[in-house]
Every structure is written in C-alpha cells, then in structure tokens.
C-alpha cells in the first residue's frame, strides 16, 4: 500500500480521491469514515492523504470560501502586454502583494490579444480594485505598459473541477464549487 | 458572521491536520472543543460562505489540463451561447467580463488531448472562435481571503 502513490494505479485511491472531493465527512473521525466508504483502513487513508498534501497533489485541505458572499464582490481580471524577457520578473513581483489572487503568464493570440501576463484581484468593490490596480502597476513599473482591466458582471457557472473519471464508488455527488 | 466563524475562516484555508482526530487538534489551536469546530464548519456550510470543506487539488498534478478561454459573443446572443458552452461537463467556471472578448470560461479536462477535442466542441455548437490561452507559468500566490 505505502508504494502505490498513484491514484490511476490503484482503483482504491481513484475512489479516495473521488470521496473527498465533495468535502471530508464532518464526523469526529472523518478518515475512518472515508476509508470505510473505499476499502482502506483510517491508517491508510491518513498516510495517503498526508502524502498528497506533502506532495502538492492536494494543494491545500480546509475551508473553501465562496468569495461573494463573504464580501468580495469585485473580481477583476488584469492583463498586461509586457516584454517578454522579463515576464518572470514582474510575474513574481506582482504576485508578491497580498490582493493578487492569481497571477499567471499565458500566450498572447494576436492583435485582439496582445497580453501576455494575467492577474486576478479580488476586492469588495471596484472602486478599491482599481486603487489596487494603480498601485501594482506603480510598484511593478508598469504605469506606461499596455493593460486591460476586465471586471466580471454575471458569473453564469461556478463548480469545482473534476479531475478524475467516474469511479464507481455509490457515493453522492454533491455540487463542488470553487473560488473563481 | 460571528467572531468563531471569522476565526475558522481566516484560519482553516489550508493546513487542516490528518491525523485520526483532525477537529479535535485542529479546535485546540482556535480554543473550540471537537464538536465545537464541527458544528461551526456545518453552519458555515449551510449559510452557503463555504463552497466545501475539503482539498483544492492541483489539476495538474493528477494529469489533468486546465485552460483559460475566451469567445467574443454577440450581445443579443450571449444567454444562448452561454447555455450552450454551459452543457459541456469540462466547463467550470463561466464569466461575462467587460471586453470585447466577453465570455471568459475555464475549461477542465482529464487530459490534454481531451482539452483541445473538448475547444473543438465548443467552437462546433456555437459557431465562434475560441481564444485559448492556457498558463504558460503560474507565479506563486498565498490565495487568502480574509474576512
């Protein structure tokens, strides 16, 4: 068991991974009760699970917040054509700050998109956001660079990702949602 | 929001304990007994601030591609294409954003053969381009959101 690592190698932990994708189980023991749901033991589960957090294929366990409703009701998407050979730099630097919640470098596609550097800023209105956005672009030099600032309007599906084929585990498949 | 609920949100957006009593070292650090902590993280759920209790996965990581795209859709036809780009499993997130190119949806899929079949799709039931723009590099954030 300590071996397989691999949840397309071992259909256990296929399942595994299925089960906790809805959420852990809110039981004094939520383990015990997933493993007992897959054909593991708790000790099982524990190890394995530990693993996936050390190793980064869980990025994160705990509460998965709905932005909105928690007050963050601005959400903007800001992009920036920036050269290419210092992507990486400004990328880093502009992720440093604490209201960029994304920050990713992504292909351009021609004269309709010219940016190459994308970042996402949460705030509670736009108003704030776009303070936000002004003083990135100060601290990252940017102030004369090319950007767009894309706010949502209507957000028309929010689920979380499904990553794994349907494993037959008679679960229930309850509505996974993630932070946009 | 009560004081509790604050503190668990601000303090349980990642490094949730595995361990065969997880609420139970998890509400030490927080002073909140076993029951305690299960009982707020329900009542946060049922108030809908929590989408899940639960991990965030790294896509990638299980082989998995994620994609970022976007369409330019005409005004009057946007519910219609919205609908129709909705209908595809693969589609998770779906935003109407103020440019030109106006639908920005996020695109799951389990490999990435099947994210380019999945594109190919999408531009077949609607008739419009898709701009594809998967991440090239991702820069490291804290994603937090304090309340």
Redesign the interface.
């Known amino acids: 068991m300590a071996t397989v690592n691999d949840p397309r190698e071992d259909p256990r932990l296929a399942r595994l991974l299925e089960a906790i994708q809805s959420g852990l189980p809110l039981t004094p023991r939520p383990y015990a009760a997933l493993g007992e749901r897959v054909g593991l033991s708790e000790g099982e589960v524990v190890d394995t699970v530990s693993r996936w957090v050390r190793e980064g294929l869980i990025k994160r366990l705990g509460v998965v917040v709905r932005h909105r409703p928690l007050g963050y009701r601005a959400n903007a998407m800001v992009v920036w054509d920036v050269p290419d050979d210092r992507v990486g730099d400004i990328g880093r630097r502009m992720s440093a700050h604490e209201f960029v919640t994304l920050c990713y470098r992504r292909p351009r596609r021609g004269e309709d998109w010219p940016y190459n550097l994308f970042c996402m800023i949460h705030g509670r209105d736009r108003h704030s956001v776009n303070a936000q956005i002004e003083l990135l672009a100060e601290a990252c030099g940017l102030t004369d660079t090319p950007r767009a600032v894309l706010f949502s309007n209507r957000c028309f599906k929010q689920r979380g990702a499904r990553y794994l084929a349907e494993v037959p585990t008679g679960d229930t498949r309850s509505g996974r949602m993630s932070p946009a | 929001m009560t004081e509790t609920e604050r503190a668990?949100?601000n303090r349980?957006?990642?490094?949730?304990p595995?361990?065969?009593?997880?609420?139970?070292e998890a509400g030490e650090k927080l002073g909140l007994s076993?029951d305690e902590l299960?009982g707020v993280?329900?009542g946060?759920?049922d108030?809908?601030?929590?989408?899940?209790?639960?991990?965030?996965?790294?896509?990638e990581?299980?082989?998995?591609a994620?994609s970022?795209a976007?369409m330019k859709v005409p005004e009057a036809e946007f519910d219609a294409i919205?609908e129709r780009v909705?209908a595809f499993?693969e589609?998770?997130?779906?935003?109407?954003?103020?440019?030109?190119?106006n639908m920005?949806?996020?695109l799951?899929t389990?490999t990435p053969e099947r994210r380019r079949a999945v594109l190919r799709e999408i531009e077949a039931a609607t008739g419009l381009t898709v701009?594809d723009?998967?991440?090239?590099?991702?820069?490291?954030?804290?994603?937090h959101?304090a309340?």
Not at chain 2, 18 to 24: G, H, K, S, Y
Not at chain 2, 61 to 64: D, I, M, Y
Not at chain 2, 134 to 142: C, L, N, R
Request: charged letters at 15%; hydrophobic letters at 50%.
């Open positions: 668990v949100i349980l957006q990642g490094g949730f595995v361990c065969e009593r997880p609420f139970l076993e299960i993280i329900r946060l759920l108030q809908g601030l929590l989408s899940r209790f639960g991990p965030l996965y790294h896509a990581r299980l082989g998995g994620l970022l976007a919205a909705n499993p589609v998770a997130h779906n935003y109407a954003r103020d440019h030109a190119l920005w949806f996020v799951a389990e701009y723009m998967p991440k090239i590099t991702e820069y490291f954030v804290g994603l959101f309340v």
